[in-house]
């Protein structure tokens, strides 16, 4: 009977695909209204990105100071976002007209002025676009209406990205960009145009300027583009010369961005902060082997298992993952931090933090590489659906094998840049979930894709 209703259900859906978008897309907007906080915690990265913004749009100034010190430069925040903010401040008047957006709320916390909705209202129509240029991509490669219909509701319902609609961080704009700069490129290689290269390489560039781990991620994703192409024989001159172009776009986007910052002072980068991240992954690398084992548990997001192992097991076994504790290694890494800042400032600091991080690194390259493993779990984790969540990135792993295998370039091209920067992010970061929340579009299209083959393989038996 079930069954039958599900059958009957996709039909209508098939026969009326117009209507089940247009309830979709008055679902999601029914739930953003009566979801969409007029104020909120400015805490933490929003309350430097609205900072930073707000110089930007007023004084014409890459500053986190709210204080009147303009000569207070911002070097740990990328560009991306808060340029975007200060565009979105300059053309939309509530915010233009707004001239205290931060003021003391309860506990302490600085909160939101109510004009900054606006931001939200922007970012929920930027997931509305994310989730339609995903169910294309499903739509264009299978043929088929449902998954891609589906495909609407897993992005427009996701638990991260929706979440973070009403959050002023970069991550809902991250994964706007990088949906863009994925569906160009899918269509890139699918028809070889070589303006399609240039706006995915421009994507790229954007993408860059939100996320600066892409500077390295996008250089290996290039290099294994172009070695594909060449040993697979797919229209090699064609997509040598959009590689180029790509490469060129993106490059053009970034690099005035770290001239800028060599002028001002001295050295060429995109943003600082990286040292910070690494030295406190040298310190998981080196946690006793009780709190690696803890940490599968502790990190699972699951309620049954952290409490579970909060209530029966001693909490020393646990503690280096504890971020709030002061024996915690987040707290202890935060400290020396601070510490070498007051002392040195941010950029010797970062770069002292990130010497060490590298020597210890290579001084223990087998518990760098275990390490991984659990750091890998920590991203796979969902906050709302916790290890249910795993399944995605099989389905979304198998997708890029059997890609790699038929040797599909539209396919695997478009799944590999994901791919890479799981592998990045579980080598090189602390783990945490909202560094891949930014790339689960694609994880989702891999997924439902996976499933798809998955799904025939089975029926084919």
């Not at 991306?80 to 401040?89: D, E, K, Q, S, V």
């Not at 590298?358 to 390259?365: D, S």
Request: aromatic share 20%; hydrophobic share 50%; with cysteine.
């Amino acid at each position: 009977m079930l069954k039958s209703f599900f059958s009957s259900l996709i039909r209508k859906i098939e026969r009326n695909i117009t209507i089940a978008v247009f309830i979709f897309i008055l679902f999601f907007a029914v739930v953003c209204f009566f979801k969409m906080d007029y104020r909120g915690s400015l805490d933490g990265d929003a309350g430097e990105y609205v900072a930073i913004a707000y110089n930007l749009a007023k004084n014409n100034i890459y500053s986190s100071s709210f204080d009147g010190n303009h000569s207070n430069f911002n070097y740990h925040r990328p560009p991306g976002y808060p340029f975007f903010l200060a565009g979105l401040i300059k053309v939309i008047p509530q915010l233009k007209e707004s001239s205290n957006w931060r003021a003391a709320g309860s506990g302490g916390k600085l909160t939101s002025d109510h004009s900054l909705v606006y931001f939200k209202y922007v970012q929920a129509f930027l997931l509305l676009m994310t989730a339609f240029m995903t169910a294309w991509m499903v739509w264009d490669y299978l043929g088929r209406k449902i998954p891609a219909y589906f495909t609407l509701w897993f992005i427009g319902f996701h638990p991260f990205l929706e979440r973070y609609i009403y959050r002023l961080y970069r991550e809902e704009f991250a994964a706007f960009v990088f949906m863009l700069f994925s569906l160009t490129l899918y269509f890139a290689f699918k028809k070889s145009r070589l303006l399609l290269f240039l706006i995915s390489g421009l994507s790229l560039g954007l993408l860059t300027m939100v996320l600066p781990q892409w500077k390295y991620v996008g250089l290996f994703f290039i290099a294994v583009s172009f070695l594909y192409s060449v040993i697979n024989r797919i229209n090699v001159k064609r997509t040598i010369l959009g590689l180029l172009i790509l490469s060129i776009a993106w490059i053009s986007i970034f690099y005035p961005w770290e001239l800028r910052n060599e002028h001002i002072s001295g050295k060429k980068f995109l943003s600082s902060g990286g040292g910070v991240v690494l030295e406190l992954r040298s310190r998981y690398n080196m946690m006793p082997w009780s709190s690696y084992f803890a940490s599968f548990a502790y990190w699972s997001r699951s309620p049954i298992l952290k409490k579970s192992l909060i209530k029966f097991v001693d909490k020393k076994y646990y503690t280096p993952l504890v971020r709030d504790d002061k024996n915690g290694l987040y707290h202890l890494s935060r400290v020396e931090y601070n510490q070498l800042y007051k002392q040195k400032g941010p950029l010797k600091a970062d770069s002292i933090l990130k010497r060490r991080a590298i020597h210890n690194i290579l001084a223990h390259p087998i518990r760098h590489l275990l390490m991984s493993i659990p750091i890998g779990f920590r991203l796979m984790m969902n906050p709302m659906l916790s290890i249910l969540y795993i399944p995605v990135y099989f389905l979304f792993v198998y997708a890029v094998f059997f890609s790699f295998r038929n040797k599909n370039s539209c396919l695997f091209m478009v799944l590999f840049p994901t791919f890479a920067m799981f592998i990045f992010n579980s080598l090189a970061t602390h783990g945490l979930t909202r560094y891949n929340g930014a790339y689960a579009p694609i994880l989702i299209f891999g997924s439902v894709i996976g499933f798809n083959k998955w799904w025939n393989s089975r029926k084919a038996k």
